[in-house]
């Protein structure tokens, strides 16, 4: 409580949600849109879709403050990979408060396992939209990289 950003508009999820498209070409003008409505971009990180995290997942986050101060935490995904969600987040949460610093040498194995798992999933549906579309990571980072509107 002592910290000058301790407060509820710092809070990024509370407030969250995604759209889910058949192609990531579409997410510039998605976010332009509903910049244009009042909400500004904080963060738009096109680099999540080439090279995910941990788990695996793919996805082109935008971090957005709305009119009244508030976070919001928005999410694109291509239709494979919200086909694959509820077994992708399913395996994230068995570990999601877990420490990995404690685990016995046999949590650690069935971790680890989990994680190749997730990616196997989540790398399936990303080579499965780039087979769709026909694009190569390359590609699919220079249609999704929003520039800049003139405001």
Do not use: C
């Not at 998605?30 to 941990?54: C, M, N, R």
């Not at 877990?98 to 399936?124: C, N, V």
Request: positive net charge; glycine residues 6%; proline residues 4%.
């Amino acid at each position: 409580a002592d910290k000058p950003w301790f407060g509820v508009e710092y809070i990024r999820d509370s407030l969250r949600f995604k759209t889910v498209v058949d192609s990531f070409k579409d997410a510039p003008a998605i976010v332009d849109k509903l910049e244009a409505s009042g909400f500004k971009v904080l963060k738009y990180d096109a680099t999540k879709l080439t090279d995910p995290k941990e788990w695996g997942w793919r996805a082109l986050p935008v971090d957005f403050r709305m009119k009244n101060g508030q976070m919001v935490e928005y999410y694109i995904v291509s239709k494979e990979t919200a086909a694959i969600a509820k077994e992708g987040h399913a395996i994230f949460e068995k570990w999601r408060n877990e420490d990995p610093a404690k685990f016995s040498k046999a949590q650690r194995a069935a971790y680890d396992t989990d994680i190749a798992a997730s990616q196997k999933l989540h790398g399936d549906a990303w080579r499965a939209y780039k087979g769709r579309t026909g694009q190569t990571d390359k590609e699919i980072l220079a249609s999704a990289t929003r520039r800049p509107t003139s405001a």
